[in-house]
């Protein structure tokens, strides 16, 4: 099947249409008409070869949204003119003790990524959902309730896991005393999120400009991280901090907010960490850990749940072809807080 795409051609290129050929439907296959398509900072990272492993051309795209157009001779689980979603993951051994327990992120043999990855089978690299249509094992497409308002919900498939993930994996809920640093697209979703499970938030930012924004979102409290008074005031006052800075940063000003017990998790960074004074950890039996993003059956809980409470990012549509101009906001933060295509702008280009 062939559909066009924006690709990036290099790390120093703007995004730009190609068309490409997606392949035939193996038995278990399910072909996808894009209809929206989030917008990832992971993406931008990706397109500049900022991690290193950018493979070119390079479709990006992993919060995809659409409709079936066809299935393959096996598939059961979904039926043509569904809505469904497709996440970070395309496909992984299924076999593995990660897998078998629902923690396909974590598969012994590697995950295939939705795009930048390699299939499985034929050896090609996988092309993402800045395309008008994509082709993907069933068993990692999440058909969607009723309920979902389609085009706002792509960035649940990012950005929304990444931090249901571990609210879920560490018991979040009424009760919990949850910090999130960060009012980006991570952290505003950590903040709904937490909220919506009745957790008591508090917003940990460099800006207090962010105050009104955070409240209007969930939070119950605003720590401005700079406000050394303010910070040592709120030692002790936390459970559970997601940290979704994106960018190298000492942690010891946030262990120290934490209670006995409690625990800070990484959902942003992936990269080397200043040190930290190991005292701060075993002086209240702290954690720090990390979080990657959810299973297939953790963000199909994460659809539901978001479908039932009406939960979604904050969203700014744009049509495709102005993807170049929101990377280049997505560096100047100048976005609140996700930005999400509309896949039908592609149509005017053909094919």
């Avoid at 099947?1 to 249409?17: D, I, K």
């Avoid at 992984?92 to 043999?109: K, T, V």
């Avoid at 809920?173 to 937490?194: N, S």
Wanted: charged residues 20%.
């Amino acid at each position: 099947m062939r559909t066009l795409a924006y690709a990036a051609l290099s790390a120093s290129t703007p995004l730009q249409p190609l068309a490409i050929d997606r392949r035939a439907l193996r038995a278990d296959d399910v072909a996808i008409e894009i209809l929206y398509c989030g917008v990832c900072h992971s993406d931008l990272h990706q397109a500049r070869n900022d991690w290193g492993s950018a493979r070119y051309p390079m479709v990006p795209g992993h919060e995809i949204i659409g409709r079936v157009q066809a299935v393959g001779s096996a598939v059961t689980s979904v039926n043509v003119g569904d809505a469904v979603g497709v996440g970070c993951m395309a496909d992984s051994c299924r076999d593995c003790d990660q897998c078998n327990q629902g923690e396909e992120q974590f598969c012994r043999h590697g995950v295939t990524m939705t795009y930048n990855g390699r299939d499985r089978i034929s050896g090609d690299i996988t092309q993402g959902g800045y395309s008008r249509a994509i082709v993907v094992r069933d068993a990692f497409v999440i058909a969607l309730s009723p309920q979902l308002d389609l085009a706002r919900a792509a960035p649940l498939l990012c950005a929304g896991i990444t931090s249901w993930s571990p609210l879920r994996q560490y018991g979040a809920g009424p009760g919990t005393r949850l910090g999130v640093i960060g009012l980006g697209g991570l952290g505003h979703m950590a903040v709904k999120l937490g909220a919506a499970l009745g957790c008591e938030v508090t917003l940990i930012t460099g800006s207090a400009g962010k105050a009104a924004d955070a409240r209007a979102l969930g939070a119950q409290h605003v720590l401005v991280s700079g406000d050394a008074e303010a910070m040592r005031a709120a030692a002790s006052s936390l459970d559970l901090i997601i940290d979704t800075v994106p960018v190298a940063h000492a942690l010891a000003p946030y262990v120290k907010l934490l209670d006995v017990g409690g625990r800070i998790v990484l959902v942003g960074a992936l990269e080397e960490m200043p040190p930290l004074d190991a005292s701060l950890l075993v002086r209240g039996r702290k954690q720090v850990s990390g979080s990657l993003i959810g299973g297939i059956a953790q963000t199909r809980e994460l659809l539901e749940f978001c479908a039932q409470k009406g939960i979604y990012p904050e969203c700014e549509q744009i049509p495709m072809q102005d993807i170049n101009e929101a990377f280049a906001r997505m560096e100047r933060s100048d976005v609140k807080y996700r930005f999400v295509i509309d896949m039908a702008s592609l149509d005017a280009q053909g094919a």
